[in-house]
C-alpha cells in the first residue's frame, strides 16, 4: 500500500510527529482536512487562537497564498512548512477552497462597539468596510487580539515580508495605534 506522509501535531501542540496517510485518503481533501484539525480546531475554533488563525469561512485566495508561501519558503513557520511542502499544488488550492466553505465560527459580540481607530481607513479598501475580507485579502473581523498584533507587528518589523503592501502600512503606524485597530478587529 502506497501512503504520504503529513506532519502533525501530538496532543496539545507541543510536538511534531509524522503520520501516514493511505494513498487513496491522500486524495480526500476531507481526510486530509483533518489534519488542520489539530491546530484549527474541528468546528472551527483553534486549539490556541492566541497563535493560530481561524481559517473556516477566510477567504480561499489568501489560504491558498499563505499555504503556497508556506511551501515555497516566502513564510516560514516550524508547523505550517513542513505541512505545506508535503502537499502537491492542486491539492493546496482544494483545501483553500474546503476551509473557505466552511462557516466563520460564531463569536459572541462585544456589548458596545468602540469607535473605529485612527489608521483603521487604510485597512478598509482591501479587507473591506466590514474587515470581513474580499479577494485577496483575508477576513480580519473576529481573530483574536493577540494574533493580529503579532502578525501586524510581524509586518512592521519586516519579519513577515509575503505582502508587498503590508510592511509600509504597518510600519506608518504606531505601536498603539496598531494595538488600537488588533483590539478593534477582535471585537467585531
Known amino acids: 500500500m502506497r501512503t504520504r506522509l503529513f506532519p502533525t501535531l501530538l496532543g496539545a501542540g507541543i510536538g511534531l510527529a509524522v503520520i501516514a496517510v493511505p ?12 489534519l488542520c484539525a489539530a491546530c484549527h480546531g474541528q468546528n472551527g475554533v483553534p486549539s490556541d487562537p492566541k497563535t493560530v488563525p481561524i481559517i473556516w469561512g477566510q477567504e480561499p485566495s489568501y489560504l491558498f497564498k499563505q499555504m503556497r508561501n508556506y511551501r515555497n519558503g516566502e513564510r516560514d513557520n516550524p508547523i505550517m512548512s513542513p505541512i505545506a ?14 476551509f473557505a466553505a466552511k462557516s466563520w465560527p460564531a463569536q459572541s459580540a462585544t456589548a458596545t462597539p468602540a469607535p473605529p481607530p485612527k489608521g483603521i481607513a487604510q485597512c478598509q479598501p482591501c479587507h473591506q468596510p ?18 493580529l498584533v503579532t502578525s501586524m507587528h510581524s509586518f512592521a518589523a519586516n519579519e513577515r515580508t509575503n505582502n508587498g503592501d ?18 478593534y478587529l477582535s471585537d467585531l
Not at 494513498?23 to 483533518?34: R, S, V, Y
Not at 511542502?85 to 474546503?98: F, G, P, Q, V
Not at 502600512?169 to 504606531?174: A, D, H, K, R, S
Open 23 to 34: 494513498a487513496h485518503a491522500a486524495n480526500d481533501i476531507e481526510a486530509t482536512a483533518q
Open 130 to 147: 466590514n474587515f470581513q475580507g474580499g479577494p485577496p485579502a483575508p477576513r480580519l473581523a473576529g481573530l483574536s487580539y493577540e494574533y
Open 85 to 98: 511542502k508535503s502537499l502537491a499544488e492542486e491539492d493546496l488550492r482544494k483545501i483553500a477552497s474546503y
Open 166 to 183: 503590508m510592511p509600509k502600512f504597518m510600519q506608518m503606524l504606531t505601536d498603539s495605534e496598531r494595538d488600537a485597530i488588533a483590539r
